[in-house]
């Protein structure tokens, strides 16, 4: 089974640009997360989906940031425009809510973000 | 929400057991328990996860005080590829309870 697929795993831009990144879940699995992690703050869980719905964006940090889920197989986040302190590594992860939950989230490799 | 806390650091001898302890006082009733850990620069990986009774696996043990205030992960034989940031987590989210937050967990060194 291919596990949770993230794009791109490295990304270098400028400030100001847009970046994207891509999430593919485990097929089946109806629930996605978006983590970000940093040397400072951790793992940081900015938003999740349960059936392509967004349940909590508390963890976004501001309005630059957007995450969508159009459909059960591909997610998106976006930050428009990026500065400097979004680099990171962000973290897809995805689980299946099938009857009471398992809980076990399986976490994509990660983007790795610099922003210059 | 229930939070756990955790010592900061570890070590343990290879071939070992290492005994990582968590906190998480103020955990419900229907709450479970969940271990994930973290090797350098891969995305989390869930271990295990238990409610009231201690559970096993291939990767470790779980052993939950009667009270569920506190809980080990046990590994029974640590090697050098255990060394990772260990992260206790008692998820959230009301019904759905599965709103993880990773804390800052425990840094394990397996030393040769």
């Known amino acids: 089974d291919a596990g949770v697929i993230q794009s791109p795993r490295h990304e270098v831009t400028e400030m100001g640009q847009e970046v994207t990144l891509r999430c593919k879940p485990i097929?089946?699995?109806?629930?996605l997360f978006w983590y970000r992690q940093t040397m400072m703050r951790g793992l940081e869980l900015l938003i999740y989906f349960n059936n392509n719905v967004p349940i909590d964006d508390s963890g976004m940090p501001e309005d630059r940031f957007s995450a969508k889920m159009p459909n059960a197989s591909f997610s998106t986040l976006k930050i428009q425009p990026s500065e400097p302190r979004d680099s990171a590594v962000y973290f897809c992860?995805?689980?299946?809510?099938?009857?009471?939950?398992?809980?076990?989230?399986?976490f994509g490799e990660g983007s790795r973000l610099t922003v210059l | 929400d229930a939070k756990t806390t955790q010592p900061t650091s570890m070590d343990c001898a290879e071939g070992r057991a290492a005994n990582l302890p968590c906190n998480h006082s103020t955990i419900s009733g229907n709450e479970y328990v969940y271990w994930y850990r973290q090797i350098h620069s891969q995305g989390p990986q869930y271990i295990i996860h238990g409610l009231k009774n201690n559970e096993t696996n291939e990767m470790a043990s779980l052993i939950i005080t009667e009270d569920r205030k506190s809980s080990t992960l046990i590994l029974p034989h640590a090697t050098l590829r255990d060394t990772a940031v260990y992260y206790c987590i008692v998820p959230s989210g009301g019904n759905t309870g599965n709103q993880f937050y990773f804390g800052t967990g425990t840094s394990l060194t397996v030393i040769p």
């Open positions: 992860a995805s689980s299946s809510l099938a009857g009471r939950y398992t809980g076990e989230l399986f």
């Open positions: 097929s089946g699995h109806n629930s």
